[in-house]
């Protein structure tokens, strides 16, 4: 018997893998065959040595496990209904409190009223939101800025503090007087800011100058609310050029000023 | 009352799924119990790392592959249906890793020994016995085995399955374990007696 093909149900053998009738035939073969038995005493060995080669794991090993998701949730296990109303109750103030922002956060100064809305308006004076005509902002501007030092967030009351101080035009506008200057509701563009020249538009870039101060120093302080470092100094870079351009008075800004207000809420994270 | 029939609408449903009934301790890990999961990576830490040790053969990337092998347990375990027994499941989690990280280095994995390969230098029974002192020279010959032929061998020495066990985690049949084994034996054996000058 060629001992080549034995070693193979040797191999076999010292795993314990073979059935009792091939067992009794190799030991037969064995007892005949002196190189099988030293194949088997060899085949032994290296399967203790292979054993003895065994990694063992690190002492202080210890399984790491992601944090899953579902895990933050599941004190609201088997009650999902109340999750999801919660959950809908959350994304109903998220929403209406980005609706309120925006309208909050745009710059109570552009929001100048055509004289037919003006009136209309004008019966609402009490409301502390853009639905104010600039009249009445104005006129509570005063007595705003002084309860209230510094602001936080970018409100029609932080725009309104500053106006007193920049011109006494502004103060005195009246509702017939707004729609003969100054037109800039929703960013359209007066003709004579257009233009670039005419005192109406000399107000209009100081309103706009005044309200990039207004976004630099207490909307665009803290960097870490933008995603990007370079695309807030990017847009900051371009805040302060068309301030240096309504400074100049020389061109027309105001579109270029709206882009970039969306640009940069577009920007926070 | 409850609790028995939700016992026994699992097992039907594991039935219906062509899944075997599944043991107790399967049922809490997939319910999430912290302390089966606990015990189940005790049961099998030194298993894996030493399977994912003797087919890398780093430290460091044994390491990884054992931790990656208890996340992707840990994610799949809810899928886990009875099909084959747990520890075959998890092998064949630990055996995929193993070849998928073989693959990302760029190891040949297709590699052959010939049909009918026979070491020409036999050793002597002696030679065959390499005690602890030359671990790194058996690892480093274990090392030069083709993946195919070693990890069978593997799973044999380093966890002591059976044929069986060891061809359902490899998806081949036992005669081609059989096979293999004895072939990755014979290998070994020829590249110890080439390198026993540096012993």
Known sequence: MDCNNFKIKISALI???ISENEKREIEE???S????????ETYENLSGSIKVSEEKIPEDFKVKLPIEKRKVISIFRGHEGVASAIAAAIALIIFAGGISGDKYKAPVVLETTPVADARILKNDEQLPDVTATPETVVADATA???????????TPEATAKIQP?????????SVAEESDNTALRDGAVPEKVSAGGGGGSSSAMAIITNEIDEIINFQMPDISEFADEGVYNYLKEKLLDIQRKAKENSVDIVTEFEELKAEINNAKK | MLYYC?????????????????DEFVLKIKKGDKHAFEKLCNDYQQKIYSLAFGLCGNREDALDITQEVFVKIYRGISNFNGDSSLSTWIYRIAKNASYDFLRKSKRNMEEEIPENFHSDEVLTPEEAVLNSEKIEFIRH???QIPVKYKTPLLLREYQN????????????SEGTVKSRIFRAREYLLKIISENRDIL
């Open chain 1, 15 to 17: 795993d314990g893998e």
């Open chain 1, 29 to 31: 073969h064995l007892n």
């Open chain 1, 33 to 40: 065959c002196e190189q099988c038995r030293k194949m088997r």
């Open chain 1, 144 to 154: 705003q800025k002084r309860n209230e030092k510094s602001l936080p967030e970018f």
């Open chain 1, 165 to 173: 101080d920049e011109s006494t035009e502004e103060k005195t506008l």
């Open chain 2, 6 to 22: 939700r016992k026994y609408c699992i097992i039907i449903i594991a039935f219906t799924k062509g899944g075997c009934i599944l």
């Open chain 2, 141 to 143: 010959c274990i090392e």
């Open chain 2, 161 to 172: 399955l059976q044929y069986s066990e060891i061809a359902e985690i490899l998806d081949i």
